[in-house]
């Protein structure tokens, strides 16, 4: 019944964010391959790339422990607040939902009331079901503490989307907390006239990052994690000249983007024609 609910919820939630109901037995879109990936895709490693504290050990494991940020706590609940001495800045986050975050940047002590109530948010929902994603809905939830990186703002996020593991484009955001600028970049790192969302427009500006010195690195890393999925897009950071992993998404905007048709049928092309239906 939950699978037969899933496909009701997807029609649905596509239909009201993208005006279109999805075609989920023959996906030739972007978007439509998304839910497919939803409801179908039932592979375990999804599940230990997109927890945010498995990932870590994962990307430890198979590419260098440099390529990760320290935790500096993990559990299914904040410590009690006299063992909470983590050094500021840090970030707190869920394990199991981008959305997710709260920063905790000085120089004001830390709002435990407040954090308290949001970890507790986070603990007792089951993310996913909204939306029908599963992943998230087998991961057992965490809060995870890291030092916060970047100086100021969150340091500028390289999004790399891996088709049939090749990655093909990255999107590029930075200033996070001072109105989110985005740019998308071929793998050349040509510029392309588009971005990832359909609630912004792509950045013009002279303060567009340049290619990361440690792009190459990104790119055989994200098609390293990628490796044996249809599609899955792999996040980095750099940090003084070197890649830190971010996450594991499979369900960019979970689907729900209206993206011009020609891009939505192009980068639906590029999935394999038949899709895994589990692990």
Same mark, same amino acid.
């Given at each position: 019944?939950?699978?037969?609910?899933?496909?009701?919820?997807?029609?649905? !939630?596509?239909?009201?964010?993208?005006?279109? &109901?999805?075609?989920?037995?023959?996906?030739? #879109?972007?978007?439509?391959?998304? $839910?497919?990936?939803?409801?179908?895709?039932?592979?375990?490693?999804?599940?230990?790339?997109?927890?945010?504290?498995?990932?870590? !050990?994962?990307?430890?494991? @198979?590419?260098?422990?440099?390529?990760?940020?320290?935790?500096? &706590?993990?559990?299914?609940?904040?410590?009690? +607040?006299?063992? #909470?001495?983590?050094?500021?800045?840090?970030?707190?986050?869920?394990?199991?939902?981008?959305?997710?975050?709260?920063?905790?940047?000085?120089? $004001?002590?830390?709002?435990?009331?407040?954090?308290? +109530?949001?970890?507790?948010?986070?603990?007792?929902?089951?993310?996913?079901?909204?939306?029908? *994603?599963?992943?998230?809905? @087998?991961?057992?939830? !965490?809060?995870?503490?890291?030092? &916060?990186?970047?100086?100021?703002?969150?340091?500028?996020?390289?999004?790399?989307?891996?088709?049939?593991? %090749?990655?093909?484009?990255?999107?590029?955001?930075?200033?996070?907390? /001072?109105?989110?600028? #985005? /740019?998308?970049?071929? %793998?050349?790192? !040509?510029?392309?006239?588009?971005?990832?969302?359909?609630?912004?427009?792509?950045?013009?500006?002279?303060?567009?990052?340049?290619?990361?010195?440690?792009?190459?690195?990104?790119?055989?890393?994200?098609?390293?994690?990628?490796?044996?999925?249809?599609?899955?897009?792999?996040?980095?950071?750099?940090?003084?000249?070197?890649? %830190?992993?971010? *996450?594991?998404?499979? &369900?960019?905007?979970?689907?729900?983007?209206?993206?011009?048709? @020609?891009?939505?049928?192009?980068?639906?092309?590029?999935?394999?024609?038949?899709?895994?239906?589990?692990?």
């Amino acid at each position: 019944m939950r699978i037969l609910a899933d496909y009701f919820r997807v029609m649905r !939630q596509y239909r009201r964010r993208v005006g279109r &109901y999805p075609n989920l037995f023959r996906p030739t #879109r972007f978007t439509e391959k998304v $839910q497919v990936a939803k409801l179908r895709w039932r592979i375990p490693r999804m599940v230990v790339l997109a927890d945010k504290v498995l990932a870590k !050990q994962v990307v430890a494991e @198979e590419l260098g422990r440099e390529w990760t940020t320290p935790t500096l &706590y993990a559990g299914r609940s904040l410590p009690p +607040r006299d063992a #909470r001495n983590w050094p500021m800045p840090f970030v707190i986050k869920a394990n199991n939902w981008s959305g997710g975050n709260y920063f905790v940047t000085g120089p $004001q002590p830390p709002d435990w009331d407040d954090i308290e +109530r949001s970890v507790d948010y986070w603990m007792g929902r089951t993310f996913g079901r909204s939306f029908g *994603e599963w992943v998230y809905r @087998e991961i057992p939830p !965490q809060v995870l503490v890291e030092p &916060y990186i970047g100086a100021g703002e969150p340091p500028v996020d390289y999004r790399l989307h891996v088709f049939d593991g %090749r990655a093909d484009f990255v999107s590029v955001n930075w200033e996070r907390f /001072a109105g989110l600028k #985005r /740019a998308v970049y071929d %793998r050349d790192w !040509q510029r392309l006239p588009f971005i990832m969302s359909d609630d912004a427009e792509p950045y013009y500006g002279n303060d567009i990052p340049p290619m990361p010195r440690s792009y190459p690195e990104m790119i055989r890393a994200a098609e390293h994690l990628a490796a044996g999925f249809p599609f899955a897009r792999v996040d980095f950071y750099e940090i003084d000249g070197l890649p %830190r992993f971010g *996450e594991v998404t499979f &369900y960019p905007n979970s689907g729900f983007i209206r993206l011009p048709e @020609e891009l939505d049928l192009k980068y639906g092309a590029m999935w394999p024609d038949e899709l895994p239906a589990n692990g």
